[in-house]
């Protein structure tokens, strides 16, 4: 019932872990099973599939399971991108991922790269996000500090408040830079809403270094908190040259109610 060739790691990460364990287990299909394992660890980090994968290159005699790992992430990896029917998005998908496990750095940059050249007109504005995120954690991790702001910049008003790896990645190539304050606002931003660790624990020293003390933080935090929870949408012109008035249809999702006063709000 799986749709063939869907695009989604992440979403089928689950059912290739549990299909790749049964089959591993059984005994069977073993190819198959360290090719669904590894596609779940693209997907999702997992320190116990990683060591069932490692179970099962065993069985299959590797004797050196970093090269049989790296293998397998790129022979699936590539399969990804080949079978996706947004390949900027695939792309960019694939590079996060081995950016995320630190792996082939030199393809994730040129993978990263590519989805950004790919990106025209119709790309959605999420493959437009992540094209430019990902790229951007991509030359961070690469030590190429300006490229990776200029990168991150381009698409610093469509950042959710709980992409952690976004603000982080931003922060630390400002702070390369020596652009500390720019680092500053840009982890309080990120750490505005729920105060994430890794956040905080890079914002922290860098307030506490800029200010003198880091007795403000909590204040300053909760202050951008209250911007954001006081934010309402204006919402479409009420008036047009023709004087005609555009009717549009709301269909939202039964089984999703928090979503519902979401999509109100995007469309008042």
């Known amino acids: 019932m799986m749709p063939p060739g869907a695009d989604s790691l992440a979403d089928n990460a689950t059912y290739n872990e549990r299909l790749g364990r049964i089959l591993a287990r059984a005994g069977k299909n073993l190819d198959e099973a360290a090719d669904l394992l590894a596609r779940s660890l693209l997907g999702v980090d997992s320190k116990a599939v990683s060591s069932d994968l490692e179970d099962v290159l065993k069985k299959q005699g590797a004797t050196d399971l970093p090269a049989a790992k790296l293998a397998l992430f790129k022979k699936n990896?590539?399969?990804?991108?080949?079978?996706?029917?947004?390949?900027?998005?695939?792309?960019?998908?694939?590079?996060?991922?081995?950016s995320r496990m630190g792996i082939l750095p030199e393809e994730a940059l040129s993978l990263a790269r590519t989805a950004v050249d790919n990106l025209s007109a119709r790309s959605s504005s999420d493959t437009m996000y992540q094209s430019h995120r990902t790229y951007g954690?991509?030359?961070?991790?690469a030590g190429k500090h300006e490229e990776a702001v200029a990168a991150f910049g381009k698409v610093r008003q469509l950042a959710t408040f709980f992409d952690v790896d976004y603000y982080l990645r931003y922060g630390e190539s400002l702070t390369a830079l020596g652009l500390e304050r720019e680092a500053l606002e840009v982890y309080m931003k990120g750490a505005a809403v729920g105060q994430p660790s890794k956040l905080m624990a890079a914002l922290t020293p860098?307030?506490?270094?800029?200010?003198g003390?880091?007795?403000?933080?909590?204040?300053a935090l909760k202050k951008i908190s209250d911007e954001i929870a006081a934010f309402k949408p204006a919402g479409p012109a009420r008036t047009s040259r023709s004087g005609q008035v555009v009717l549009a249809e709301l269909f939202t999702g039964s089984e999703c109610r928090p979503c519902l006063a979401a999509d109100k709000a995007s469309t008042s």
């Open 77 to 98: 990896g590539d399969a990804h991108i080949a079978g996706a029917s947004d390949k900027a998005a695939a792309q960019s998908r694939i590079a996060m991922s081995y």
């Open 137 to 141: 954690i991509a030359l961070s991790s």
């Open 206 to 211: 860098l307030y506490k270094k800029l200010h």
């Open 213 to 219: 003390s880091d007795e403000g933080i909590k204040g």
